[in-house]
C-alpha cells in the first residue's frame, strides 16, 4: 500500500542546532515533493517544494534534499531558533499529472532556548 | 490580499444537521480544494475542483457535496452530519501552473 511516514514523535533540539525532520515514502514515485509547516490552530504554509531531477533545494535557512532511490526527503533547519517550533509537514503528488497533494502526518519541533 | 478565507471558524453540529463551509479566495486561484485533518492521520483531500463547474472527488468523499460556481468561491457542504465527521477542515487554493498550495485557517466542526 501507498505510505508516506514522517516521525510521529516530537524533535526537541538546542537553539542554534541544526534540525533534520525525515519524510519516507513507499509505492509513490512522485515528480514534486514539498515540505509546509503548520503552527497549531493554524492552516499549513508552504515553505519548499523540491523536483525529482533536483537533490538539493535551499531557501535561507533551510534546505531539503530528494532522493528517489532512497525514497526519501530530508528537510533541514540550520540555526534553529525558538520560532522555528512548529509541525512540519511533507507532501506529495500521488498521481503523476494531477495537482492533488498527499499529506504525511507531519513531525513537530521543538527548540529550546 | 486576505488569501483564503474560511467560515465559520468553529461549528458544532447535531447528527443528522446538514451545514455548508464557506470557503473564499481572492487570488484568482484556478484550483481548490478541500482537506480535512484528524489527529495522527495527516491531512485528507475530501474534494477538489480545477475550475469554475469542474469539480472531482478526493481520498474521502463520502458524505460530503461541493460546486464551484465562481472561480473565487468553493463551499463544502455536509449532508447529514455524523460525528465521524468531526475535524478540522481546511480550503487551499493554487494557481494551476504552480504546485504550492495556500491554505485557509480552517473551521472546527463538532458533531455530537
Known amino acids: 500500500s501507498q505510505k508516506i511516514e514522517q516521525n510521529s514523535e516530537a524533535l526537541n533540539i538546542q537553539e542554534g542546532k541544526t534540525a533534520t525532520l525525515t519524510c519516507n515514502y513507499t509505492?509513490?514515485?512522485?515528480?514534486?515533493l514539498q515540505w509546509y509547516r503548520q503552527d497549531p490552530g493554524r492552516g499549513p504554509v508552504f515553505l519548499l517544494l523540491?523536483?525529482?531531477?533536483?537533490k538539493e533545494k535551499r531557501k535561507e535557512r533551510l534546505k531539503v534534499t530528494f532522493d528517489t532511490t532512497l525514497k526519501q526527503s530530508l528537510f533541514h533547519i540550520t540555526a534553529s531558533q525558538p520560532a522555528d517550533s512548529a509541525t512540519y509537514l511533507c507532501?506529495?503528488?500521488?498521481?503523476?499529472?494531477?495537482?492533488?497533494?498527499?499529506f504525511g502526518s507531519g513531525t513537530r519541533l521543538q527548540v529550546q532556548p | 490580499n486576505a488569501g483564503v478565507t474560511q467560515t465559520p471558524k468553529f461549528q458544532v453540529l447535531k447528527t443528522g444537521q446538514s451545514m455548508t463551509l464557506q470557503c473564499a479566495q481572492d487570488?484568482?486561484?484556478?484550483?481548490m480544494s478541500w482537506y480535512r485533518q484528524d489527529p495522527g492521520m495527516g491531512l485528507r483531500l475530501i474534494h477538489y475542483?480545477?475550475?469554475?463547474?469542474?469539480?472531482d472527488q478526493g481520498e474521502v468523499p463520502n458524505g460530503y457535496n461541493v460546486s464551484r460556481s465562481t472561480t473565487e468561491d468553493f463551499p463544502l457542504r455536509l449532508l447529514s452530519a455524523a460525528p465521524s465527521q468531526t475535524s478540522v477542515y481546511f480550503c487551499?487554493?493554487?494557481?494551476?501552473?504552480?504546485?504550492?498550495?495556500?491554505f485557509g485557517p480552517g473551521t472546527r466542526l463538532t458533531v455530537t
Open positions: 475542483s480545477v475550475g469554475a463547474g469542474i469539480t
Open positions: 509505492n509513490y514515485s512522485p515528480a514534486y
Open positions: 487570488m484568482n486561484h484556478e484550483y
Open positions: 507532501a506529495l503528488h500521488a498521481t503523476p499529472g494531477r495537482r492533488a497533494l498527499t
Open positions: 523540491i523536483r525529482e531531477n533536483e
Open positions: 487551499a487554493s493554487s494557481r494551476i501552473n504552480l504546485y504550492e498550495q495556500y
